[in-house]
C-alpha cells in the first residue's frame, strides 16, 4: 500500500513538473525598424505583429495581465534601436516599478537570445533609458529586472535608474556598455533602497571605450560584479558605492585613466568589499581601490603597473579591516604606500609578492595607526623602466604609529635606484614584533627608527638584522623559545646544587681542619703535662 500511494505522488509530481515546464511565460516582442499604420494598443504578441518600442510593449502587458508581478519577457528583434532623431520612441523613459521582466535581444531564427544594440546617440541627453521612481509605499512591492544580450552604445546620459523603498532586483547578463559618456555626477546605471533591499548585478558586461563617464553608483544594498571586463574607459567616479556590500569575482579592470586625480577607480564607503580572482593592469586614477570604514577582502589578485597619483593601489582609510592574501603587486606607483596604503587601519597581509612598485614613502607597504600582520610574503625593490619615472624611493615597508608583526618574510633590495637616506623598513613611534624572515639590504641600512621597539621572537635570529640603533629607540633582547628556556632553568638549577654543595664541601673542609687542629693541641697538651711530672718526681724522691 505505501509503495502504491509512493507511485501515486510520484506519477502527479511529474504531471505537475510536467504542466510547469509546458506553461509559456507571457513574452512580447519588439522591432526597431518602423512599422506602417501601426497601432500601439495590444502590439507584440508574435514576431509578425510587434511593438514599435518598449514602452508599448510594457503598456501591451499592462493592459492584457491582471496583475504586474507576473513574470514576462520583452523580446527585441535583430537591428539598432533609436538610430536616428525621429525614431519611434526614441526619447522615452520605460517605467519598470513593480514588474518581473526581462528584456533581450532575442533571434526569431534560432528561437535564441542573442545581441542586439540599443543607441543613445539621439536621445535628448537628460533622460534614462529605464527607471524606477522612488515610493515609500508600506505594501511590499518587488522590482525584478534582467537586462540581457543587449548593447548599450553611446548613451549620452543614462540607461537605468532605479530608486524605491522596496525590493528592487537589477541584473546585466551579457550586455556590452560602450562608447558612452555623462554629463554632471549622474552614473549610467543608479540604483537606491533606504531599507537595504538594493541587488544590482552585472554578469559577463563588457565596460569598454567610455569617455568622461561615471558608470555606476549604488547605495543601500548589494553590488555583485562576475566574470565581467572594464576597459579602456576615461571616467569620473567609475564605480561609486556607499552602505553597498560589493563583490567583484573574475573581473578584469585595464587601461581605464580618471579624468581627475581625485577620482578612484572603486570608491567603497561603509559595510564591505570582496574581491577575488581578479586583474586591476595599467589604471591611472587617485586610487585603484578606496575603502573607508568598510571590511575589505582581497583574494588572488593581480595589480601590474597602476599609477595612483597619491594612495596606493589598495587605500583603506580609518576603521577599515583589511586582508589580503594571494595576490601579486607588480610596478605600481603612489607618492604614499604604492601597493598598499592603509591609515588607522587593522590590515592583514600574507602570501603576496611586492615586486618592484615605487614611491616616495612605502614603495611596497605604508601602515599609519592601528595594526599590520605581515607574513610569508615577499618585497623586492629592484630597478624597473617604467613609463614614468615618478617618485624617489626613501623605504619599502613605512610604519606609522602602529604595532607591526613581521613573520616569515623576505624583504630585499635589488638594483633599484633609491633616495638619499633609505632603509628597507622606516619605523616611527611603532612597535615591531619581528619573526623569522630574510632581510637583504645591499649595503643601505635594513631600517632606520625614530621612538622604535622591536622584539625578537625567535633567539636564532640575528638581532642586527633589524636593530634600531638610535639613541632614542629601543631594542628588546630575543625571548628564548619554550623548549630553550627549559633547558636555561635546568642549567641554572644544576649550577645552584653544585655551588650548594661546593659550599657544603668548604664548610666541611674547616670543621675537619678546626677538629684536626684542636687534637693535636690536646695531644701536645697532655705530653707537656707528663714531661713536668716527671722531672718534679725525680726532684722530690727522697734518697
Known sequence: MFKFICLILFITTLGICGAANNTTDPTFYVSPTPINNYVSLNCGSSVQSPCNSILDAIYSFQNQTASNQTYFVVNLLPGVYFNNSTTYGVNDTVPLYGLNVTIQGYDPVNGVSAPVN????????????????????QLYVSTVIRFNNIIFDQVSYGI?????????????????????????????????????????????????????????SANQGYLNIYNSSFVGNRHYNFIKTSNVATTILGSTFANNTASSSSYPTIGVTSTSVTIKNSSFINNAASNTIYATVTVV????????????????????????????????FGQNYGRNGAGVYSYYTKTAIQNCIFNSNQGNYGSAIYQ??????????????????????????????YLQSTSATLTNNYIALGNGTVGYGFSLVYCSSSYITYNTSTIISNGQPSISCTSCSINHTNQDVEPSVLYCSNSDSSYNPPTPSPSRRINQALRSALIAL??????????????????????????????????????????????
Do not use: W
Open 118 to 137: 540599443i543607441t543613445g546617440k539621439y536621445r535628448y541627453p537628460s533622460t534614462y533609458l529605464f527607471n524606477v521612481a522612488y515610493t515609500s509605499q
Open 498 to 543: 653544585v655551588v650548594f654543595f661546593s659550599f657544603l664541601l668548604f664548610i666541611s673542609l674547616i670543621i675537619i681542619c678546626t677538629c684536626m687542629f684542636r687534637q693535636r693541641r690536646h695531644h701536645c697538651s697532655t705530653e707537656k703535662s707528663t714531661l713536668v711530672q716527671c722531672a718534679n718526681n725525680s726532684i722530690y724522691t727522697p734518697i
Open 160 to 216: 537605468f535608474t532605479g530608486s524605491t523603498s522596496n525590493m528592487l532586483d537589477v541584473q546585466f547578463n551579457n550586455c556590452t556598455v560602450s562608447n558612452s559618456r555623462t554629463y554632471g555626477s549622474s552614473p549610467l546605471i543608479y540604483i537606491y533602497s533606504p531599507r537595504y533591499l538594493a541587488y544590482l548585478t552585472f554578469n559577463s558586461v563588457n565596460v569598454i571605450n567610455n569617455n568622461y563617464m561615471s558608470l555606476l
Open 297 to 328: 577582502t582581497i583574494d588572488n589578485c593581480n595589480f601590474t603597473k597602476n599609477v595612483n597619483t597619491n594612495y596606493g593601489v589598495v587605500y583603506s582609510y580609518q576603521g577599515t579591516n583589511a586582508s589580503i592574501s594571494n595576490s601579486y
Open 368 to 397: 599609519s595607526g592601528s595594526q599590520i600582520k605581515l607574513s610569508n610574503s615577499t618585497i623586492l625593490i629592484q630597478k624597473v623602466a617604467p613609463s614614468v619615472n615618478y617618485y624617489s624611493q626613501y623605504d619599502a615597508v
